[in-house]
């Protein structure tokens, strides 16, 4: 308020404040007090206010401690005794090593000491050019061109922009602030004073305090997108709250051998604790055991010892195929008991593998699975349902190439042709499951099993431009990223 009135009554009987900064140091006021009234002065046109910037020279933190203790290569000289000589290493003991190289340097240089491994003195006085030049800068002083140049070279001083402003009356001047309302109130039209009072003028333009919200992350808002997909493709979601899974419904059940390089410790995180299962149905580890082993339904087997204790050991599971295992399983029991009902099943979740993390793979990522279960599928329908399923993600021109998994024949690795980069990029993996899977489950030889799979983080990745996957997933997320992120949606057919 003391700024106020002081601004408001001094142009009460003057044109104009010249310069606010000097204003403020006549009065003793603090100057940005002053700039804060004026700024709300200006902004109800008490006042009109034109900006003021002068550049000044200041002393850098290394100039202030100079202007201090006199300069490095005073310091030195000082420490260098009028008689005799020192030796470098007591030399540098008794000055700060920043001081000690730059003394050395300039007082050399100005042939006040004779360098060498003993260092004596040329001359007896010396005077503190460049403290004396750092004093006059701190007093307001203003120097010769050479001497701001040198000092400047030395980075002791540096230009600082003061801004302040310059006063003049408004349209709305008066002597003091008129009190104005905000809100009209029922006192106001009860007593008849609205008659009488100042409203502030209501801003049209004025943005409103952003809402609280939460902020999806660019993985789930892509993950609901895909869902949606595989939804009005008549899909049903699984269940995928199972991380921990046995080596059996990850592995065995999916006929993959337990000398599998992907069932080392090199590759899997395996429990310590629980470190085995209890639970598996005994019937059916039989018959996968049998296969394993032995072979049957047109396969002759691994031809190798299969062992209980490999299957019972539990893991952090490596891919979804682990929940489709269990589902088709289940699938296969109810129609023994019943009949068969033809599904389609689809599933979007964690896995972990153990990788070496860097700019493309984390030992967690995401994992997107779709299945297809019913009587007479073929190798057809497998790339029908695929370019179905890809062209509603807005990838329409598709490849295929054989490939090799262990519980799929045929196999097929999928490529879409990215427009951005101008290539194939390979984008997900496919086949049909193996009768050595199907049967021991208890599906009757005429049904077939057509899955594919692909990762969430490459599309998303892709998506919204981003190099690096730990800028997407994990502990170092900006989260910037998922408050500002675009929707991003993807073309749903």
């Known amino acids: 308020m003391m700024a106020e009135e002081a601004i408001l ?20 006021l603090d100057h940005n007090d002053v700039v804060n009234v004026i700024k709300s002065l200006h902004g ?13 020279l200041v002393l850098t933190e290394e100039g202030k401690k100079y202007a201090e203790k006199g300069s490095p290569e005073v310091q030195l000289f000082l420490a260098v005794p009028q008689e005799g000589s020192i030796s ?57 061109k050479d001497d701001n140049n040198s000092l400047k070279a030395r980075k002791l001083t540096a230009l600082q922009t003061w801004k302040g402003y310059s006063v003049k009356r408004g349209p709305e001047y008066a002597p003091r602030r008129r009190r104005t309302a905000t809100d009209l109130t029922r006192e106001h039209l ?16 004025a943005k409103g305090p952003p809402p609280e919200s939460g902020h999806l992350h660019p993985l ?11 939804r009005l493709m008549n899909f049903e979601e699984m269940p995928t709250n199972r991380y921990v899974e046995s080596s059996f419904w990850n592995f065995d059940a999916l006929f993959q051998p337990q000398q599998h390089p992907a069932r080392d410790s090199h590759d899997t995180f395996f429990l310590k604790a629980p470190a085995t299962t209890k639970q598996l149905p ?12 032995s072979g049957g339904y047109g396969s002759r087997g691994y031809g190798y010892e299969w062992k209980r204790e490999e299957a019972n050991k539990n893991l952090l599971r490596t891919h979804t195929t682990a929940i489709s295992s269990r589902m088709l399983y289940a699938l296969a029991q109810h129609a023994k008991q019943q009949s068969f009902t033809p599904k389609k099943y689809f599933s979007i979740d964690r896995v972990f593998r153990n990788e070496a993390v860097d ?41 295929f190439k054989p490939a090799y998994n262990p519980y799929t024949e045929p196999s097929m690795e999928i490529f879409s042709y990215h427009e951005g980069l101008k290539k194939w990029v390979e984008i997900g993996n496919s086949g049909m499951f193996r009768p050595e899977m199907l049967r021991p489950m208890g599906f009757s030889e005429d049904v077939n099993v057509i899955a ?42």
């Open 190 to 205: 009860q007593g008849g004073d609205w008659r009488n009072i100042e409203f502030k003028e209501y801003n049209f333009s």
């Open 359 to 399: 700019r493309t793979h984390l030992a967690e990522f995401h994992q997107i699975e779709g299945l297809v279960c019913d009587r007479g599928l073929t190798l057809g329908h497998l790339i029908g349902v695929l370019q179905d399923f890809f062209s509603r993600l807005g990838m329409d021109k598709l490849k």
């Open 282 to 293: 005994e019937d059916y580890v039989e018959m996968v055991k049998r296969v394993h082993e």
């Open 9 to 28: 009554g001094y142009l009460e009987n003057h044109d104009e404040i010249s310069d606010s900064g000097q204003f403020a140091t006549d009065r003793g």
């Open 88 to 144: 470098k290493e007591e030399l540098q003991k008794l000055l700060d090593p920043a001081v000690y190289k730059i003394g050395c340097s300039q007082a050399a240089k100005n042939k006040w000491v004779q360098m060498g491994n003993q260092i004596s003195r040329k001359v007896q006085h010396v005077e503190d050019r460049v403290k004396d030049l750092l004093l006059q800068i701190q007093d307001g002083q203003e120097l010769g």
């Open 44 to 56: 109800f046109r008490y006042i009109d206010a034109q900006d003021i910037k002068k550049e000044t």
């Open 452 to 493: 594919w799979g692909l990762s969430l983080e490459r599309p998303t990745m892709i998506l919204y431009g981003i190099n690096n996957i730990r800028d997407l997933f994990g502990h170092k997320v900006d989260l910037g990223l998922i408050k500002k992120n675009p929707l991003c949606l993807i073309g749903i057919k």
């Open 220 to 230: 789930n808002k892509v993950k609901e997108r895909i869902k949606n997909i595989f």
